[in-house]
C-alpha cells in the first residue's frame, strides 16, 4: 500500500465528464490499494474568467492584491466541491477541503505567498476513515485569517507541500502530457519521455524552459524529498519519476535532456572599465525596475576594458536598453548594444559532473552546423549557450542526436 | 450618524458597473456620516450557473448536500472579492468576508441553515477603523468547519442577522422594485409603494404572495426589532420602511395591503365524520409526502358530517389529491372534490384590529363584482379567501379601491 498525493491541473477538471475520470482513477488506486489525496487546480479557463472580471476594475495597480486572492481562490473551491460530490456520487468518501480548512497556513504576501505548514491532523482522520480528502490547489491562509494564493505554479506547489506534511510515498502531477521529455518533441521528432530524472535536472530543465512543473514545486520535493511524477491524465503510461540522485541508476547517462527558451534577449554594454563594483552599478537599475536577469556573462577584456553581457525576458527589452543607455552614460562604457532575435539553449545532466569534456563535445556539435555561439554560461549540471533564434531548431536536433538522447533510457 | 447595513441582491450586483454604483451609493452614505456594512449576493445568474454544473454530477439524489454548500458559496465570494476591490479602488477602505471569517455560526443542516449567533469583533473592530465590512450573504460555517447555506431568502437572512447582532439602526435590503407595494402594480395600476408598514403586515403580505421579502429574514427582523427598509438599487427613493407597531403611526390605516398567488390548489373533502382527531388522519399523510397545507378550513355541518378543505401549492396537486383519494376510503369520507384554478387573495392590515366589519366590508365589495367566495380564512391582521382565478385581477382592483388604498398615506 502506498500513500498517493494526486494533483490534477486545469486541463485535467475542465469539464464534468473529465472529472468523472479522474474519481474513476482514484476508485482505481483504491482498489490497488492505496491511500489517495486529491489536490486540484480551477477548471479549464476559470482563473482567466476571473482575472477579467478584476482588471475590469483595475485594481491591481491601486491597492494590494488581497481582494484579488479573495476571488482567484473560488475556481479551486468550485473544483473540489464538484469532485467530491463526483466521488460521492460513484460510492467514494470523499470530503473537500479549501486552503484555510486543511490549514494550509502560509505568509501574507498576497498572490505570491509561500507555505509555511500544512496541518495534517483531519486529513490524517480522514485517510484513516477510508475518506479522500479533495483539497484545493494554489491557496492558503495567512496568519490573520485572510485568504492567500501560492502565485504561478502554486496547485503543484500546494502538492507537493501536502505529500511532504502527510509524508506520500508519491507526489503525482498529472499534466496533458505524457512524462519529461529529453527536448520539446514539437521541435524534435525523436524526443523522448524519460523515465527517471533527478530534482537538480529537472530543476535546470525547469528554470531553462521545461514547462512541465513549476522550478518552487520541484525545489519543495527535492527539499523534503518527495519522489515527484509527471504523468498523463489522459492514458496510463507511468511518466516520469523525479527522485533524488542516489535513487536514479548508478551510471547516469552524460546529459538526460536539452532545454531551450526564445523569450529572451540579450543586452550587453561594451568598453566598461574592468573595476570592482562595476557590475552591480550595472544591474542595480535594472532590478530596481523589477526587471529580473537570466545569464550574465563578463569577459575579462584585453585592456582594462571588458564586455558585460546579460540576458533578461524579451518583454522587458525595450525598458532594460533604455534604463542601460543610461547606465552607459554614468558609468563612461563605451556603447550598448542588444538583440532580441535570440534563443537560449542548455543541456542538462547529472552525469557531467563525472564526465569531462561534455563542454567541448557540444561546442563540437553545433560548430559542425556552424553555429555561432555567442554567450556560454555554466553550472554544476547544465550548459547554456546563446544562439541566434533561426539556429534553435537546427541545433537542438543536432544536440539531441550528438548526445544519443533518442536511444539512451535514463533508468 | 447611522449604523446601515446595506444588502444587495444578484441583480444589483450583475456587473462591474453595478458593483461600481454600490460603491458610490456607499461613499455618499459615508460622506452623510453613516456607518456601512455591505452584505451582498452572487452576480446575477451565477448561483444557476453553480446549480447546473451539480446537476451534471446529479449528486443530489445519492448523497447529502454538503458539497454543494462548497459549491454554491463561491458564487458571494466572487462579490465580496470585486466589491471590496471596487470600493479600495474608490478610495474607501474595504475588507471582504466569507461567513467562517465573520464567523456565521449555522447549525449542520446543508442548504437550508439557521444561524445560530454572528461574531462581531473584527466588524467592530473595523467599524471603528472606518473601514467598510463587505460581507458574502447566503453563507455560513457549521461548529464543524463545513461550508454551510442558508437556503431561500438566505442573503436577506444574513443581512438581518448581522443588523441585528451589531445594533445596526437600519437593514436596507437593495432589489429592484421601489419597495413594498399596497399591491403588485402590474396588476393594479393604482398600486401605492407604502413609506411604513409594520412587521406584521410585512409577514403577512409575503406569506400571501408578496415576493419583495423573504418571510424569514423578516421574521429574524421582528424577533431582534431591526427596523428593515426595502429600497431600489436603481433610484433613490426612500422606499418603504419595514418596523414595529409602536413606530408606525398611531392611526394605522384600515388594511396596508393586498396580496394574492395563483400558485395555489384547493382540496375539499366532503362528508367527513365529524369526531376528534379526524383533521390529523386526514392531514398526517399529505405532510408525510413532505406537501405543505396553505389554508385549513373546517366547516360545522348540519348533521353528523362535514366538510374539511385545504390548499396545497399547485405543483403538489396530483399527489395529494391521490393521497386524499385513499383517505377518503379509509375514514369512509364521500367524496373527494379538487380545483387547480383558483387564486388566494388577502387583505392585511393592523388596523383591522381595532375596527370592526373590515371583513363584512371586503365580502360586500367582492360580492358587488358577484365575485362568488369559495373559502375564508382569518388571522388577527388578514383575511384571505380563495376565488375563482379568472376574477383576481378585478377582485384586486375592487378591493384596492374600495378600501382607498390608492389614496390612503401609510406613514
Same mark, same amino acid.
Given at each position: 500500500m502506498a500513500r498517493l498525493v494526486m494533483k490534477f491541473g486545469g486541463t485535467s477538471v475542465a469539464s464534468i465528464d473529465l472529472i468523472a475520470r479522474i474519481a474513476d482513477r482514484v476508485i482505481a488506486a483504491q482498489h490497488q490499494g492505496h491511500e489517495v489525496i486529491l489536490v486540484v487546480s480551477a477548471m479549464g479557463h476559470e482563473t482567466d474568467r476571473l482575472v477579467s472580471l478584476a482588471e475590469e476594475i483595475d485594481y491591481a495597480a491601486i491597492a494590494g492584491r488581497r481582494e484579488l486572492d479573495v476571488l482567484l481562490a473560488t475556481g479551486e473551491q468550485v473544483t473540489i466541491a464538484l469532485l467530491a460530490m463526483m466521488l460521492l456520487k460513484k460510492g467514494v468518501s470523499a470530503k473537500s477541503y479549501q486552503g484555510h480548512q486543511v490549514r494550509i497556513l502560509t505568509d501574507? =504576501?498576497? *498572490?505570491r505567498a509561500r507555505v509555511l505548514s500544512v496541518e495534517t491532523e483531519s486529513l490524517e482522520a480522514d485517510l484513516a476513515q477510508g475518506q479522500v480528502p479533495v483539497i484545493a490547489g494554489f491557496q492558503g491562509v495567512a496568519s490573520n485569517g485572510r485568504v492567500t494564493t501560492l502565485g504561478r505554479g502554486g496547485s503543484d506547489t500546494t502538492a507537493v507541500a501536502v505529500a511532504a506534511a502527510l509524508k506520500a510515498d508519491e507526489c503525482q502531477i498529472f499534466t496533458d502530457v505524457d512524462g519529461v521529455y529529453t527536448t520539446d518533441p514539437r521541435v524534435v521528432n525523436d524526443a523522448r519521455c524519460m523515465s527517471r530524472i533527478t530534482f537538480e535536472e529537472m530543476l535546470e530543465l525547469a528554470s531553462s %524552459? *521545461?514547462? @512541465?512543473?513549476h522550478t518552487r514545486a520541484v525545489e519543495l520535493a527535492n527539499k523534503n524529498q518527495v519522489p515527484l511524477r509527471v504523468l498523463s491524465s489522459f492514458n496510463d503510461v507511468a511518466g516520469t519519476l523525479i527522485t533524488s540522485e542516489d535513487q536514479?541508476?548508478?551510471? =547516469? #547517462?552524460?546529459i538526460s535532456g536539452i532545454a531551450f527558451t526564445r523569450d529572451e534577449a540579450k543586452l550587453t554594454l561594451r568598453? @566598461? *572599465?574592468?573595476? #570592482? %563594483?562595476i557590475a552591480s552599478s550595472i544591474l542595480a537599475p535594472i532590478s530596481a525596475a523589477n526587471i529580473e536577469v537570466d545569464m550574465i556573462v563578463q569577459n575579462v577584456g584585453a585592456d582594462a576594458n571588458t564586455d558585460f553581457t546579460f540576458t533578461v525576458a524579451r518583454d522587458d527589452y525595450e525598458v532594460a536598453r533604455e534604463l542601460l543607455t543610461k547606465v552607459a552614460e554614468d558609468i563612461g562604457a563605451r556603447e550598448v548594444i542588444g538583440d532580441e532575435k535570440i534563443a537560449k539553449l542548455s543541456i542538462v545532466g547529472v552525469g557531467m559532473r563525472s564526465h569531462a569534456g561534455v563542454a567541448a563535445k557540444m561546442f563540437e556539435i553545433l560548430a559542425a552546423e556552424s553555429i555561432n555561439i555567442q554567450v556560454i554560461s555554466t553550472s554544476e549540471i547544465k550548459i547554456s549557450v546563446v544562439i541566434d533564434e533561426k539556429y534553435l531548431e537546427l541545433a537542438a536536433r543536432a544536440l539531441h542526436a550528438g548526445f544519443d538522447l533518442d536511444s539512451s533510457e535514463s533508468a
Open positions: 501574507n =504576501a498576497h *498572490s %524552459g *521545461s514547462k @512541465v512543473l536514479v541508476m548508478m551510471e =547516469a #547517462p552524460l568598453g @566598461v *572599465s574592468d573595476q #570592482p %563594483g
